[in-house]
């Protein structure tokens, strides 16, 4: 099992910035990815970014790209999301995966965090 904490959302005006952070824990992956998903209230859940933790590929969705930096931490199986210009549409649970495998699938992941809360006023 692979327990996973995220940390860093709340509430922030648009063109602000946040950084949140997703720590492993567990009988991790020798090979593994991790990455963010979030859902919006009435929405269905949406990929945001993934990085592969060999190697450092990382891999975006259109909607944030150019304005979110995924990244490795200095302590093994932490990853970081930094959000900038955020927008009002950016608003909602965002969630950190683990998975074995770099994808904007949902259902390649094994294991997800209990979500942080981010809402981006106008």
């Known amino acids: 099992q692979v327990q996973l904490v995220e940390s860093g959302g709340g509430l922030v005006q648009a063109g602000g910035s946040l950084r949140l952070s997703c720590a492993a824990s567990?009988?991790?992956?020798?090979?593994?990815?991790m990455g963010w998903f979030r859902q919006a209230p009435g929405k269905e859940r949406e990929f945001v970014a993934a990085i592969r933790w060999s190697g450092g590929s990382t891999y975006y969705a259109d909607s944030v790209k150019g304005r979110s930096t995924i990244s490795r931490g200095n302590a093994k199986n932490t990853v970081y999301l930094q959000m900038n210009s955020l927008k009002p549409e950016d608003t909602a649970v965002y969630y950190c995966n683990y998975g074995e495998r770099l994808s904007i699938w949902a259902s390649e992941y094994d294991y997800w965090g209990q979500g942080t809360q981010v809402t981006v006023s106008s």
């Open positions: 567990g009988r991790t992956f020798s090979s593994y990815a």
